[in-house]
């Protein structure tokens, strides 16, 4: 949380004093050299990033809205951040759809009702995974369910068993990225089902965060697992014909644009200049300098990133006015290319300022 060290999960709650707000709390989760977030503190951060891309992604697949999410380095592989991230990708979703009248006002709704009742290590001590209440919270919002409400708790309630069920099905331990990915798949069924309300889903979800698990990945238990997925992918890059190969890269440069880049081009990627003086200028006067993973002194130095690029021998550079778009965009991207063969792709991501990725 602080340190870096494993945690330590409390049989009984105890007084703790947040380490970065100094507040007076009662918790059930600390590290071992006595260092405790509250809730609020822990959340702070992300929840900043989670909030942003839901009021502002175009994209109307919730599995792909919350691939993007969870992408940020600065997102703890556990917690109850993925709450956020399955309410905030969920309600995204169905605005863009636009058969509902939901706006971002909704959505901050979602997240106050979410935050009453998702509480990071609770799923363990209660039986009740924050992501539940967190759908639950986007059904009423659609349905008007409130106390002494008929059908519409009732269909809240059936969206929250649903989504409960499926959770179930993968503990074991817990993983609150493979709750995320269930949890929406079973909330978009039932939304078809119940409202008519189609919502494009992402099928065959890679995990690359296996290795992170701090409690041990369940691998092939899971169903978002690599190896429950490698016999449906297509062979890499030394196999494929350059025909193949050609066409692959096209589809890439198309999707791009069809998703909002304006432009988007293949490059060499010997052609991508790496210098010293773009961390200088972060180190002197960047207001986001020790910030976040993205930024200095966290972000990867040149010499390194001119290693890694070296690995590589084509990129695709996207151009347009948003970064925050192109971000989303090439993230997409990169899960599209792994699923085509290009286990390799890396997606470079641009700041709000914009211009342009690979």
């Not at 106050?112 to 009740?128: D, E, F, M, P, S």
């Not at 297509?234 to 050609?246: D, Y």
């Not at 002194?297 to 084509?314: G, L, N, R």
């Not at 006015?321 to 390799?344: C, F, N, S």
Request: charged residues 25%; proline residues 4%; hydrophobic residues 35%.
């Amino acid at each position: 949380m602080v340190c870096g060290s494993s945690l330590e999960y409390l049989d009984q709650t105890i007084e703790m004093t947040c380490t970065c707000c100094q507040k007076a709390d009662h918790g059930h989760i600390r590290c071992p050299n006595g260092h405790y977030l509250c809730e609020a503190c822990h959340n702070k951060d992300s929840l900043n990033v989670i909030e942003e891309i839901a009021l502002g992604t175009k994209l109307n697949d919730p599995v792909e809205i919350a691939e993007v999410m969870m992408s940020h380095p600065g997102l703890p592989m556990l917690g109850c951040n993925h709450a956020y991230i399955a309410a905030g990708a969920l309600m995204a979703a169905i605005r863009n759809e636009g058969s509902r009248k939901i706006i971002n006002e909704h959505i901050k709704e979602v997240f106050i009702r979410t935050g009453k009742q998702a509480h990071g290590g609770y799923c363990g001590l209660t039986g009740v995974c924050g992501i539940v209440p967190a759908i639950g919270a986007c059904f009423a919002i659609l349905t008007g369910s409130k106390c002494g409400k008929d059908e519409e708790q009732k269909t809240t309630m059936e969206a929250v068993t649903r989504v409960s069920r499926a959770i179930t099905e993968l503990t074991g331990p817990s993983c609150c990225k493979a709750y995320v990915r269930s949890s929406l798949e079973t909330a978009g069924d039932y939304l078809k089902e119940r409202f008519g309300i189609p919502l494009p889903m992402i099928k065959g979800t890679i995990c690359n965060y296996s290795h992170r698990h701090p409690h041990g990945c369940r691998e092939v238990k899971c169903p978002y697992f690599p190896a429950k997925t490698e016999e449906s992918i297509p062979s890499s890059g030394s196999s494929m014909g350059l025909k193949e190969e050609k066409d692959m890269e096209q589809h890439l440069l198309k999707r791009g644009l069809e998703l909002g880049a304006d432009k988007a081009k293949i490059i060499s990627a010997d052609t991508i200049a790496v210098e010293e003086w773009v961390r200088w200028k972060c180190l002197y006067g960047c207001a986001l300098y020790e910030k976040d993973a993205c930024h200095p002194p966290f972000a990867p130095d040149a010499e390194s990133t001119k290693k890694v690029v070296k690995e590589y021998h084509k990129a695709i550079l996207l151009k347009g006015g948003k970064g925050k778009l192109l971000t989303d965009i090439a993230v997409q991207l990169e899960g599209e290319a792994y699923h085509m063969g290009y286990y390799k792709a890396f997606a470079l991501t641009s700041l709000s300022s914009g211009g342009g990725t690979a």
